[in-house]
């Protein structure tokens, strides 16, 4: 198991930017894809992006492509979610997430696989 603490959410205008850090426990991070996940009131939790356990490998959800990105820097215990040109329609709690991976290229987008999470940071976009 992997401890994981949420930082960096806040209130910001439209067009502005955030970046969130999620902390781990533990000396193994490395060991572990992450993923950022956000949810909305009255929505479902939704990924955001999901990192590989090398960094290599990143996917995206579509809304976010080309204003978000994550990042890792396993020597820190630490994964980082750029959030630029910032849309109301981002506001929601953020959530990290992880999950233990034989492979150092494995990543997955779904809810469900992901076994450690934190407690969540809100984010909220002003229009």
């Known amino acids: 198991q992997v401890r994981l603490a949420e930082s960096g959410g806040g209130l910001v205008q439209a067009g502005g930017s955030l970046r969130l850090s999620c902390a781990a426990s533990g000396r193994t991070f490395s060991a572990y894809a992450m993923g950022w996940f956000r949810q909305a009131p009255g929505k479902a939790r939704e990924l955001v992006a999901c990192?590989?356990?090398?960094?290599?490998?990143?996917n995206y959800t579509d809304s976010v492509k080309g204003r978000f990105t994550i990042s890792r820097d396993n020597a820190k215990n630490t994964m980082y979610l750029q959030m630029n040109s910032l849309k109301p329609e981002d506001t929601a709690v953020y959530y990290c997430?992880?999950?233990?991976?034989?492979?150092?290229?494995?990543?997955?987008?779904?809810?469900?696989?992901?076994?450690?999470w934190g407690q969540g940071t809100q984010v909220t976009v002003s229009s």
């Open positions: 990192i590989s356990r090398s960094g290599y490998n990143k």
């Open positions: 997430a992880a999950v233990r991976a034989s492979s150092t290229y494995y990543i997955t987008e779904a809810n469900g696989d992901y076994d450690n």
